[in-house]
């Protein structure tokens, strides 16, 4: 299992550039299911998640081409022939988006069988709305040995009200309703660029959406599409994670390829901390932590608010922020598995239900540590670019299901940082 060694110390200085997002790359992948046309998607990031949704495709008799290059990362999908519309608990227990391809399956093929999906250990996640939104397009659904089946003739439209705001529910929905019969009204849904970007893209491949990116879509479903090309869009958690780098580390970071008006929460966040960041160009920003920085409380809430996924990240800049933060999370259940690692190191935090406390500034000493899921890693790599001497960081395939080749970015603007494969074990490089 791979490791990373980090020396801490270094301000990091010069440019990084963001990869595509994953978020928005996985359902556009599984939106590849609704055509038998071939589905051209440009600047997918070279992340572990996007190898388990080309298996997931691949498994079910799509055609999958996925190549990363210098000017392009691209994939080329054709689901021509869906032989098996299954998505096998091997393939998906490692990643909660699997529950993506119900939608465009029944729609596509009137049947679906998905493994109940696993991913980040944070709180139960249930998928109950998507079920319910398609029991209301007229799916019959049956849950047995670990396995959701879901079938329809053909998906009718239907009034979908969310109880709650959800992400892939909204992308999950959004791609059956594309294909039904008549039109589907969705209330309540998620206003994630994510979801935009799915909206274009299915639009691209002549659905009728109107709405997306508002809390009410409207769509008219037709009984075709066809094949279509979209770029993705840039990833803005990777590009919160780097500009909170910048600010914690003292330095001096242009976070390009970004797309500023989706980092407005963290922009003004970090601002009101006393991080310096200003826009350069359209999808540049730079960040400048040559002050002090100081305390500030902070909310998750659904987009345009502060996201859940930089939380953790928030966090450890609040451990070098003169005084005493509060960090509540609103979206998930135990989504504070990173503090008991960051205390490890020396940071001041304390955990009441949904709000941790943290008074800082505390020096961090740098120590053996745990990732144990994909949003609680990058907190810990934070942590150790400011802690005194070397840490390590266990079980690093957590952050490369997310996060491309981070080490190399890192090292590029003057971090400590390298990958090292089994460096306690028995000398053999795992
Ligand atoms: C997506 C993102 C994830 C991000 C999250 C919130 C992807 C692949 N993942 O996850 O990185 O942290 O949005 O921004 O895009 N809920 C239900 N029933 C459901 C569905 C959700 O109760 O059927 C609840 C969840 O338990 C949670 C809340 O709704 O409390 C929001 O979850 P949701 O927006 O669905 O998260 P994901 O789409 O899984």
Redesign the pocket.
């Known amino acids: 299992m791979d490791k990373f060694v980090i020396r801490g110390g270094n301000p990091l200085l010069g440019t990084i550039r963001v990869s595509g997002a994953k978020?928005s790359a996985?359902p556009c992948m599984s939106a590849a299911i609704l055509t038998e046309d071939e589905v051209v998607l440009e600047n997918i990031p070279q992340v572990r998640d996007i190898e388990t949704e080309r298996k997931l495709l691949t498994s079910m008799g799509a055609e999958v081409e996925l190549g990363y290059g210098r000017a392009q990362h691209r994939t080329t999908i054709c689901c021509r022939t869906l032989s098996d519309p299954v998505a096998k608990y091997e393939i998906v227990k490692t990643m909660?988006?699997s529950s993506l391809v119900l939608g465009p399956l029944v729609a596509r093929c009137g049947v679906a069988r998905v493994a109940q999906p696993g991913g980040c250990a944070i709180?139960d996640?249930?998928?109950?709305?998507?079920l319910k939104g398609l029991e209301l397009m007229g799916a019959t659904i049956v849950q047995e040995h670990g396995y959701l089946e879901a079938r329809a003739q053909r998906l009718k439209g239907a009034h979908i009200v969310f109880d709650?705001?959800?992400?892939?529910?909204t992308e999950d929905l959004l791609m059956a309703a594309v294909l039904a019969e008549g039109e589907t009204l969705m209330e309540n849904c998620?206003l994630?660029p994510?979801v935009t970007d799915l909206a274009a893209l299915l639009t691209a491949m002549g659905a009728c959406i109107q709405g997306a990116g508002t809390s009410t879509i409207h769509v008219q479903g037709v009984s075709k599409l066809h094949g279509a090309k979209r770029r993705i869009h840039p990833d803005r958690i990777e590009a919160g994670t780097f500009l909170i780098a910048g600010a914690i580390t003292g330095g001096d970071l242009v976070v390009a390829n970004c797309q500023p008006a989706h980092l407005s929460a963290v922009i003004s966040k970090l601002e009101a901390c006393g991080a310096r960041i200003e826009a350069l160009g359209p999808d540049s920003l730079r960040v400048r932590g040559d002050g002090p920085l100081h305390e500030n409380d902070v909310s998750t809430e659904e987009y345009p608010g502060f996201?859940?996924?930089m939380q953790a990240q928030y966090m450890a800049l609040a451990t070098q922020a003169e005084g005493t933060s509060t960090v509540k999370e609103n979206?998930?259940e135990n989504r504070f598995m990173h503090v008991g690692e960051m205390v490890r190191m020396g940071a001041n935090i304390r955990v009441d239900g949904r709000t941790a406390t943290v008074r800082g500034k505390t020096p961090l000493s740098a120590a053996a540590v745990m990732c144990s899921d994909l949003r609680a890693s990058a907190p810990l790599i934070l942590a150790a670019l400011v802690a005194d001497g070397e840490s390590i960081l266990d079980r690093v395939y957590h952050v490369d299901r997310g996060y491309e080749r981070i080490e190399e970015k890192l090292r590029g603007v003057g971090a400590q940082i390298r990958r090292m494969g089994n460096v306690f074990g028995n000398g053999k490089k795992a």
């Open positions: 978020n996985l909660r988006a709180g996640r249930p998928i109950d709305l998507h709650k705001v959800t992400v892939t529910g998620a994630e994510e996201p859940t996924d979206i998930f």
